[in-house]
Every structure is written in C-alpha cells, then in structure tokens.
C-alpha cells in the first residue's frame, strides 16, 4: 500500500528560528514530490521534485529529494508568524491518473 | 488567474439528508479530484474522474457518488448524510500529465 509520512506531525518555533519539515514515501512507481502549504482554505503549491540531490529554492523556503532514500525534506529559514500553516508532502505515481498520496502534514505555529 | 471554484464554503445538514457540494474549474482540465480533510488524518481520496462522464473510486468512496457530466463541473453527492461524514471537502484539478494539482478553497460541512 503507497504511503507518505510527514514528520514530525506539530511544530511550534519562535520567529526566526529555522526548521526542518520531513516526508518519507512508499510510493509504487514514484515519479514527483510535492509539497504544499495549506493555511485556513485551499493547499497552495510551494515545490514539485522530481530528481535526487537538486535542491529547489524560492526565498526562504527550500525543499530536497533524495530517491534512494525515499525522503524529501523541506527546510524555512528565518522563519515569520505568516509560514503558520499546514505542510502537506505529497507523491505522485508514474503512468496513472496523476493521483497525489498525502501525507497527514505538519502544523507549524511560529510565535512571535 | 486559474480557479478551482466550490460552491459552499460552510455548510450544515441534517443527518439522512442528500447533500450536493459542487465544484467547477476554468482550466479546461480533463482530471478532477474529491477528498476529504480530517484532523489526524489528512487528505483522503473520495472519487476522481479523468474525463467527461468517467469517475474512479478512490481511498474511501462508501457513502458518497460523483457526478461529471460536463468537463468543468465535479460534484460529489452524499446520498444520505450522517454524522460521520463531518468534514471539510477540498476539490482539485490538474491537466493530464500533470505534477499537481489546484485546489479549491474547501466546504466545511456538518452533518447534525
């Protein structure tokens, strides 16, 4: 059975702090990683990963795979109370219907 | 700008009714997605559907059916509400070959 798991489930930092997110996956016939950021209504897209080792960046926020390992992590520095949100990890099957596999996320609260 | 578009933000119901939640995308895309949101559990596939007329069971499909007869209209019917099925619904879209998905902004319901 595919699974994702995201880790650790809660998180609660102050500002500035820096944290790291982790996702691992079973996935049959794996091909992307996603991640999202999910506050009060619809999960937003931060990063697609398709390939071990290339770290894809956008402002403080940072997320990389590693295939062989079957984890990806997502990293935010300098973090501020408006990165309170949900993180969603998802994994996304080859040759299906492009069905995503979520993790349960992790609730991050930034306190200032 | 693109939009997943569901109908309802916030809606209660009375357990043994038939509840409709509708959702309508302006991508023209071909793959259209159910799930439910609970705490503790995340995201939980209900039913897709990869074209016109066409749906797929996902992860929990008991209680709930789906209806896509036009390709921007998704609508995931309760047949006869319960207590259980209290939940937050979030819908999404993707084009074939897609790696992820856009989501709508979620309907809160409470069966009473």
């Known amino acids: 059975e595919d699974k994702v798991v995201q880790s650790p489930l809660s998180l609660v930092v102050h500002e500035g702090d820096t944290v790291t997110l982790n996702c691992s996956y079973e996935?049959?016939?794996?091909?992307?990683l996603l991640w999202y950021k999910q506050e009060k209504k619809a999960p937003t897209f931060l990063f697609m990963l398709t390939s071990s080792g290339i770290e894809k960046k956008s402002g403080r926020l940072s997320s990389i795979l590693d295939k062989k390992e079957l984890f990806s992590i997502l990293n935010i520095t300098a973090t501020q109370t408006g990165d309170s949100a949900v993180y969603l990890c998802a994994a996304e099957r080859q040759g299906g219907s492009e069905k995503l596999v979520f993790g349960k996320g992790t609730k991050l609260t930034v306190n200032p | 700008d693109v939009k997943v578009t569901q109908s309802s933000r916030y809606l209660v119901k009375r357990t043994g009714e038939k509840v409709f939640l509708e959702c309508v995308q302006d991508m023209d895309h071909e793959n259209m997605f159910w799930y439910r949101q609970d705490p503790g559990l995340g995201l939980r596939l209900i039913y897709f559907?990869?074209?016109?007329?066409?749906?797929e069971k996902g992860d929990i499909p008991e209680g709930y059916s789906v209806s896509r007869e036009k390709k921007e209209r998704f609508s995931l019917i309760l047949e006869s509400a319960s207590t259980n099925q209290t939940s937050m619904y979030l819908c999404?879209?993707?084009?074939?070959?897609?790696?992820?998905?856009?989501f709508g902004s979620g309907t809160r319901l409470t069966v009473v």
């Open positions: 559907s990869y074209d016109v007329k066409m749906k």
């Open positions: 996935v049959t016939n794996f091909r992307s």
């Open positions: 999404a879209s993707s084009p074939p070959g897609s790696y992820g998905y856009t």
